[in-house]
T-cell receptor, first 114, second 114 residues
Framework: NAGVTQTPKFRVLKTGQSMTLLCAQD?????MYWYRQDPGMGLRLIHY???????AKGEVPDGYNVSRLKKQNFLLGLESAAPSQTSVYFC?????????????FGQGTRLTVV | GNSVTQMEGPVTLSEEAFLTINCTYT??????LFWYVQYPGEGLQLLLK?????DKGSNKGFEATYRKETTSFHLEKGSVQVSDSAVYFC?????????????FGTGTQLKVEL
């Protein structure tokens, strides 16, 4: 019953440091997404993937890179962290439209860049 | 592009009060509409959904009707409980350029008091 698992749950970075957020899902979903949640802004899509080996830009992709080498994993990278990237990051997965439009979310990663 | 507008919070109600959270959308074609709920410290989870006009989604006493003529999907509950305190997100799913990407509103925080 793992669903979508994000690692780590919390992290503090210094400006300019790099890190990778890992998302793993065990539901055999084709689609995976990375969102960021900021106060008053809702959730904004960073990058998404419609299948293994594919990635695409979302609404706010600048400063982030992603990779989907395995179907069950979707990695989000910050090469040079900035304070503007302080946020809560959520990973989600789903089947392709129109079979199942529901997205399943991880519990989030709270990232602070100082 | 697609967008979702929902009423700003926070909304504070007494237990057993009636709840309405307004949501309107802009989209091309025929999107699916959702309400997601986020309890403190957790990720988002699907509360209810509707996939075509005039459909009513319902779950845990919450209801919302897909109104194409008014492009709305308002969330209602007849009698709220303290345990309903959470942030509620209206969202739509539209196929644009690949992937059933979810577009979220900014979220409405609900606080229910005894």
């Amino acid at each position: 019953n793992a669903g979508v698992t994000q690692t780590p749950k919390f992290r503090v970075l210094k400006t300019g440091q790099s890190m990778t957020l890992l998302c793993a899902q065990d539901m055999n979903h084709e689609y995976m997404y990375w969102y960021r949640q900021d106060p008053g802004m809702g959730l904004r899509l960073i990058h998404y993937s419609v299948g293994e080996g594919t990635t695409a830009k979302g609404e706010v992709p600048d400063g982030y890179n992603v990779s989907r080498l395995k179907k069950q994993n979707f990695l989000l990278g910050l090469e040079s962290a900035a304070p503007s990237q302080t946020s809560v990051y959520f990973c989600a997965s789903s089947y392709p439209f129109p079979d199942n439009t529901e997205a399943f979310f991880g519990q989030g990663t709270r990232l602070t860049v100082v | 592009g697609n967008s979702v507008t929902q009423m700003e919070g926070p909304v504070t109600l007494s237990e057993e009060a009636f709840l309405t959270i307004n949501c309107t959308y802009t989209a091309t074609g025929y999107p699916s509409l959702f309400w997601y709920v986020q309890y403190p410290g957790e990720g988002l989870q699907l509360l209810l959904k509707a996939t075509k006009a005039d459909d009513k989604g319902s779950n845990k006493g919450f209801e919302a009707t897909y109104r194409k003529e008014t492009t709305s999907f308002h969330l209602e509950k007849g009698s709220v409980q303290v345990s309903d305190s959470a942030v509620y997100f209206c969202a739509l799913s539209g196929v644009t350029g690949g992937g059933n990407k979810l577009t979220f509103g900014t979220g409405t925080q609900l606080k229910v008091e005894l």
